[in-house]
């Protein structure tokens, strides 16, 4: 087995495996190893099996598909849950409050892409300059012009389909490229939808449009993956493989560019090559320590780079960091720890919607993202969902409601009946969500528990707390949400709208961002501008653990984009 490498990257999610083929492709000859904690599989088998288990399951919980997986039943490595519930959000996290981290992942081959929606909006200009513009937060050290070169070419990589027309704003976001395909086509019940705010008024002077989602899915053959097949599973599963997930970096790294892939290795810290004395580690290899979990004895190994890439998540990349104890003089490693808070507003549109026929969202609202109430509330997109009432009220629940009466626990209604009961309410589902932004917080941060996991590695230790901008976000997206609603009751005979008045109740998107903070100022980040360690040049961050604020857009493709960016001056170094 070898030990020497000029790259090691830790983690094969999206972020790993496109940063494994960017480099290959642009050095051949370099020696690469993609180091992973999961060891599923990626081809069709697995996918049929990870879709068979969701399907068998009793409640369909974003990670029924992966639950069997020996790394998160035997706890070897964790997966973290996305759930309202402290007793489940505490299995792996050890959440210390006051608030709760309501978002997970999946340590597995291809990451927890494998679990997304596939939602790929591009941030807005201001994201990049929250200070500059409105006060809030800090700036990052690139803007978006710098980066949407890399915008075009992530689109690209991860397959994207959607209208330009829709979204070439030139004064908004500038586009220097089609999308790779045309838009996914919006479902029966979403042009119901669109024609029916064609005609609401501006809210707060700001105009309700309804857009084509960009989504990593396709709408036509690409890349040899076949279009989308409306299964409506797109979380937790997608059935046929229309959606991307990072297992299609893995597979072209290993299958194409051979890239070496070890799997079952859990990281468990970096030796930083020693500098002189006082100066901190020098520019020398990496070691990094793993355990593999599939081994009889799970002892420790060593493999050395040249170049080490950690790509773990906002999660397990601080938590590695500060198992390695390497320098952390800016205190930014850990910090700042963030999501974007969700909730929605469901109801009965007038007439039915068929929901569950195409993806789980086609379209979207993108023009409360920005705008001058940024500087004492948050931004947010909103989603017109196809999926009934989302995470509020499955159709098995509204099943059980029409029928039983628990408190009685009696029947209600059966047979023809209850059929018609339920055919009415569940064909007129309908949701808004909004996606809320929130600011960077240095409490809000990940330390290490001495409570351990089954290979005898601290867990992460999470502090979580909501601020006032956070709630006022929360507290102005219902409020949109809920005069959206208004406008249906008024016009499409819209009605059982809940909630009516802001609960500033809040789910998570499973949008881990932050931790590993990038910036000029090595005082005050982690890595620099092109993901580079401020203390250490041979180690490099990609994934959302570097963004310095979390905007208001889904972090996926920018992540990608942030990658083959760092790829690209990693690969000037070999």
Known sequence: MDTQYDVVIIGAGV???????????????????LLEAGA??????????????????????????YAGLPNNKDGYASSSDGTNDPFVMNTYYVE????????????????????????????????????????????????????????????????VSGNRAEWDFPDVTPRSTDFPMPGIAASYGDELVRTALATIPHIDG?????????????????????????????????????????????????????????????AVK??????SPGAGPGPGPTTVVFKDWTTADRAEQKVTGTHVVLALGAIETAKL????????????????????????????????????????????????????????????????????????????????????DPVAKKLLVFGQPLRDKVADKVTRMLRFSYSTEQLPEPENR?????????????????AYRLSDYSKSSLAYGHSVARRIWQHLEDTASATAVDPKQPLLKYKGSGHLMGTMRMGADRNKSVVDADGRSHAHPNLWVVGASVFPTGGTANPTLTVAALTLRTAEKLAATL
């Not at 500059?132 to 991860?158: C, F, H, M, S």
């Open 15 to 33: 972020a790993g495996a496109l940063c494994a083929c960017a480099l290959k492709t642009a050095k051949p000859q370099a020696r690469i190893l």
């Open 40 to 65: 599923n599989a990626t081809g069709p088998d697995q996918r049929k099996a990870f879709t068979d288990a969701y399907q068998l399951s009793a409640t369909q919980p974003t990670t029924s598909p």
């Open 96 to 159: 210390t409050g006051p608030d709760l981290y309501k978002s997970g992942f999946q340590r597995m081959v291809g990451g927890s892409t494998w679990a997304w929606r596939g939602n790929c909006p591009r941030f807005l200009p201001p994201d990049f300059k929250l200070k500059q513009t409105y006060g809030k937060g800090v700036d990052w050290p690139i803007d978006y012009n710098t980066l949407e070169p890399y915008y075009a070419r992530a689109e690209v990589e991860l397959g």
């Open 206 to 266: 700001t105009p309700v449009t309804v857009v084509t989602n960009p989504q990593a899915r396709n709408s036509v053959a690409y890349q040899g993956r076949a279009p989308c097949q409306g299964n409506s599973s797109c979380v937790p599963i997608c059935p046929s493989g229309a959606k991307y997930d990072g297992s299609v970096h893995v597979r072209r790294a290993r299958d194409e560019l051979d890239v070496e892939i070890r799997t079952g290795c859990v």
């Open 270 to 275: 970096l030796l930083a090559a020693a500098g």
């Open 321 to 404: 960091w500060l198992l390695s104890d390497l320098p952390n003089d800016s205190d930014q490693v850990g910090r700042n720890l963030m999501d974007h808070l969700t909730e929605e507003v469901v109801g009965l549109f007038g007439q039915p919607v068929f929901p569950f026929r195409g993806p789980q969202s086609t379209l979207s609202i993108e023009t409360f993202r920005d705008g001058k109430f940024r500087d004492t509330t948050g931004g947010f997109r909103m989603t017109v969902g196809n999926d009934g009432w989302g995470r509020t009220e499955s159709p098995a629940v509204a099943l059980e409601k029409a029928m039983w």
């Open 446 to 462: 990940v330390t290490l528990s001495k409570e351990k996991d089954a290979l005898d590695v601290p867990r992460p230790q999470i």
